[in-house]
């Protein structure tokens, strides 16, 4: 089981709670759990391309995720983070 830490902007999905549990080898894989315990949340985050939104970033504990098909090893944290922009 991973460790996901969610931003503030995505804790709608997560009722207000910032760190989640997720199972999976690959980002794919732990995107797929959240979205089945946080529905909508996947969205938000990847678009219809598969591709991951240009204002999140998501780490695999300090390295930042290149592709959803990186592997995730056991007990590794996963970072969540939006950038936030406005006028």
Do not use: W
Request: proline share 5%; hydrophobic share 35%; glycine share 8%.
């Amino acid at each position: 089981m991973n460790t996901v830490r969610v931003p503030s902007p995505l804790r709608d999905y997560t009722a207000g709670v910032g760190k989640i549990n997720a199972k999976g080898t690959t980002v794919s894989e732990i995107l797929t759990d959240i979205e089945r315990k946080h529905q909508g949340m996947r969205f938000r985050m990847i678009d219809e391309q598969d591709r991951i939104r240009p204002h999140i970033r998501i780490f695999i504990n300090q390295r930042e995720v290149q592709s959803l098909g990186e592997a995730v090893a056991p007990r590794d944290e996963i970072h969540l983070i939006c950038a936030l922009s406005g006028g």
